[in-house]
């Protein structure tokens, strides 16, 4: 039970030590506070946005400090180290007092918030969030929240990327607490996850090429030869086929069958001769006149030749003799 109060007292004894940096080092932006203990004494880190206001003129400003952590809050041996801040705009605590100092001013809740939260997210951090509560527009309490970006609220995450700086701000109407919370812009999230390709085997280095020894090269000409060989092969048959004639076939008679398509005769029946089809030019009988006279013969036979018309020779005109030029004169 002694260790438990012990450590109790120790985090009080802190906390009184920070509050009362922050009312010395208001004016010089205080951004935080690190105590540690070590075997020469105790070493406290103090952080501000402006260290020459800490440090004082010829350091008489830290001398005091010195001497008030020491007597005060019973620190053994204390060293105290200042350290600027790279940017003040990513850290909480610092943010938080700025704001502060805006509404003691006069600045509208409003405007002042929506500014802070721009102004943060403006220098890169990945999410922010600003919490003014207090007497804001009427009689009753009430809270506004200005939040942009990526934002955690409990879990691991929250305790490892999430600053947090408060501050308090004194109005007429009553006292505003402000709470400004910053995710550091280089914050790695436990659903982030980066896919590290394998490493590249290492190639052998390649052997100088020798010169191609003669022996290839006569392999390469039987190679060729053997494709020029077979290219005449496929030609061959090409050429042969263009040249060899047509087969005519003979010229089927009216009447005739082709041979080879005549139907087999079933044994014990005779070959009937074939149909002759009549032509569409054949005329119909008139009525009236008497069949002898109606017949007309179907067709020449196939043999007769076609009598041809002797070709009509051009008759030539007499020349027009010119007449004389006097017989002209005289008419």
């Not at 436990?190 to 590249?200: S, V």
């Not at 005519?248 to 005769?265: D, L, Q, S, Y």
Request: charge should be positive; aromatic fraction near 4%; include cysteine.
């Amino acid at each position: 039970m002694a260790s438990e109060r012990k450590f109790v007292t120790e985090n009080i004894r802190r906390v009184l030590l920070k509050e009362y940096m922050m009312s010395r080092v208001g004016r010089a932006g205080f951004g935080g506070l690190d105590v540690q203990r070590t075997p020469m004494g105790t070493r406290v880190t103090l952080i501000t946005e402006r260290p020459g206001l800490v440090i004082g003129r010829r350091g008489e400003a830290i001398k005091s400090l010195t001497r008030a952590i020491e007597e005060d809050f019973n620190f053994n041996n204390p060293q105290i180290e200042v350290q600027e801040v790279e940017n003040p705009n990513l850290n909480a605590q610092i943010m938080a007092e700025k704001l502060a100092n805006a509404l003691e001013r006069g600045w509208h809740f409003r405007r002042a918030g929506h500014s802070t939260v721009r102004r943060i997210m403006d220098s890169g951090a990945r999410g922010c969030q600003v919490i003014i509560a207090g007497k804001l527009t009427g009689a009753r309490h009430r809270t506004e929240k200005f939040k942009e970006g990526h934002i955690k609220y409990c879990g691991q995450a929250k305790l490892d990327w999430m600053a947090q700086g408060f501050a308090v701000a004194k109005l007429k109407p009553g006292v505003m607490g402000i709470t400004v919370q910053i995710m550091h812009p280089n914050a790695k999230l436990p659903d982030e996850i980066d896919i590290i390709p394998p490493p590249a085997e290492a190639t052998p280095a390649a052997a100088p090429t020798a010169a191609p020894a003669p022996d290839r090269k006569a392999e390469e000409k039987k190679v060729s030869e053997a494709v020029e060989e077979l290219k005449k092969t496929a030609e061959k048959p090409t050429a042969e086929a263009a040249q060899k004639p047509k087969r005519v076939r003979p010229k089927k008679k009216e009447g005739e069958t082709a041979p080879g398509t005549e139907a087999p005769a079933a044994p014990g029946e005779e070959k009937k001769a074939p149909r002759k089809r009549k032509k569409k030019d054949e005329a119909k009988p008139a009525e009236g006149t008497k069949p002898a006279e109606a017949a007309v013969p179907a067709a020449l036979p196939a043999e007769q030749p076609v009598p041809q018309l002797p070709a009509e020779t051009p008759k030539e005109e007499p020349e027009k003799k010119p007449e004389p030029a006097e017989e002209k004169k005289e008419a």
